[in-house]
């Protein structure tokens, strides 16, 4: 994720800070740390990737390639956090929530794929040419609706 071009919060500004439901109701929820060591330009922001947890704690995230079916595949074994937070901003509230952190993950990209194994996205999740063309029409419209507007 990117950072903001503006900041979220002003320098010399007091916010409050409150303990999650992390530390409230351990239970009820659990945050993550995912690191990448590396990301290549070709990666597709705009579209959702996929996360896999196998039974040995093993993580598999594939990210879409831009103008592809294909997708960047990262792993990277997931290990419990015990000390370790996540300090959230919350513009609505205009605070800051501690959360505690329940895993990290440091992921490492996977090159030099079998080519025969390449990952490709679930067809829901990945637009069709012709949904795509359908989705830039309709924002085309929308758009041209929005300046003929009075």
């Given at each position: ?25 351990p ?42 079916d ?6 990277g ?6 000390k370790?937070c ?13 959360e ?23 067809p ?5 040419k ?17 300046a003929?507007?009075?």
């Open positions: 994720m990117a950072l903001p071009s503006t900041p979220v919060f002003s320098t010399g500004t007091e916010y409050r800070v409150r303990l999650g439901d992390s530390f409230l109701n239970d009820e929820g659990s945050f993550h740390s995912l690191r990448y060591d590396f990301k290549p330009k070709s990666v597709d922001v705009s579209r959702a990737g996929t996360l896999q947890v196998d039974r040995e704690n093993q993580v598999s995230v594939h990210l879409p390639k831009e103008q592809s294909e997708t960047t595949m990262f792993q074994p997931q290990k419990a956090c015990t370790e996540v300090l959230v901003f919350n513009p609505a509230r205009n605070e800051f929530v501690l505690r952190l329940t895993s990290a993950v440091h992921l490492k990209r996977v090159r030099n794929r079998d080519p025969a194994a390449k990952q490709k996205l679930p829901g999740m990945l637009p069709t012709q949904q795509r063309r359908k989705e830039q029409k309709a924002e085309a419209a929308a758009a041209a609706a929005a003929a507007a009075p």
